[in-house]
């Protein structure tokens, strides 16, 4: 998830010779079945590779089946309906990060191989149609805003500097995979602010675990650009962590294992749900022990595991609040 661009210079070689992708190029449904109009702002929006919004939507739900357990209500229509809010948030949100890095990475995404072809540097949507693209993706975030709380409201506003500034932390600091974390754990927050109008310890603790997972497991994508990231000078923590990087996610996912079970304890959770946990844990450590940093094909992999990871713990703690 965390983009590489390459080495500043001009933007002429990007723009030169439009890339069009070849058609059904990944067999995804973007390529197969949207029209071709559509099809570039689908993937400006990463509408091709839902694994971003799930990444977005798990912490949300998390977040939503505890502050239910502390409410002690179990689950109601309101409570439900919020999961259909976030998921739509996660949605569009996700597609305006994406939009909103592409945008910003525009003249120098054309001279690396995995995102030559996206569609601005491809020369398929211009910068300007992509920003108007970003406009609209936020109006539908906005609407979602709107129908929470005013505390829930204030909590959701509060993310968006880290969202706006994470795309240039790789430019910045050796683990821009932390900023990614603060930005993609939000939602963590969001079921407590929105159902209890409250950010309880629970909550904290819950943020802070989900924070450690985001980090480790985009340490773990990074990996497939770790060559076209010293060639170019972009810093990221599978740089710094390089051969080590099974040492490093040892501490990092038993860390973020430790933080949510201390925020699951402080929401009162049952048995069921520390058996999630555990099984999420479990899931984090089966990573580690199969992570091979050179093969990129198994970094990806890996990486999206983590959605099957999420929803594991997420069904464990939706049983757990309507038991």
Request: hydrophobic share 55%; net charge positive; with cysteine.
């Amino acid at each position: 998830m965390t983009p590489r661009p390459p080495a500043e210079g001009t933007a002429a070689a990007a723009h030169a010779a439009p890339v069009a992708p070849p058609a059904d190029a990944t067999g995804n449904w973007v390529d197969r079945y949207a029209p071709a109009a559509l099809r570039p702002y689908l993937r400006l929006a990463r509408a091709d590779r839902p694994i971003g919004s799930w990444l977005l939507l798990i912490p949300c739900g998390w977040s939503v089946a505890l502050a239910v357990r502390m409410a002690g209500t179990g689950w109601s229509g309101h409570a439900l309906g919020l999961i259909g809010l976030f998921a739509l948030g996660a949605v569009a949100m996700r597609g305006a990060g994406c939009t909103w890095n592409d945008i910003l990475d525009r003249d120098i995404d054309g001279r690396v191989e995995r995102t030559r072809q996206r569609p601005i540097p491809s020369g398929q949507v211009s910068a300007r149609q992509a920003f108007a693209f970003l406009l609209a993706q936020c109006l539908v975030g906005l609407g979602v805003l709107l129908a929470l709380p005013l505390f829930a409201q204030v909590v959701a506003v509060a993310s968006l500097g880290v969202v706006a500034i994470y795309p240039l932390m790789k430019r910045i600091i050796w683990i821009p995979q932390l900023v990614l974390g603060l930005a993609f754990s939000w939602g963590a927050l969001m079921g407590f602010a929105a159902l209890l109008q409250a950010l309880p310890a629970a909550a904290l603790l819950l943020y802070a675990g989900a924070v450690l997972w985001v980090v480790g497991y985009d340490t773990i994508y990074a990996h497939q650009d770790r060559e076209d990231d010293v060639l170019i000078g972009v810093k990221s923590s599978a740089r710094l962590f390089a051969g080590a990087t099974r040492r490093w996610l040892v501490p990092i996912y038993a860390g973020a294992a430790a933080l949510m079970a201390l925020g699951l304890w402080q929401a009162g959770a049952g048995p069921v749900g520390f058996a999630g946990l555990a099984l999420f844990a479990g899931h984090l450590a089966r990573q580690i022990a199969r992570l091979d940093i050179d093969d990129p094909a198994a970094c990806l992999a890996l990486f999206r595991s983590n959605r099957d990871a999420g929803l594991l713990l997420f069904a464990a703690l939706a049983v757990d609040a309507a038991l």
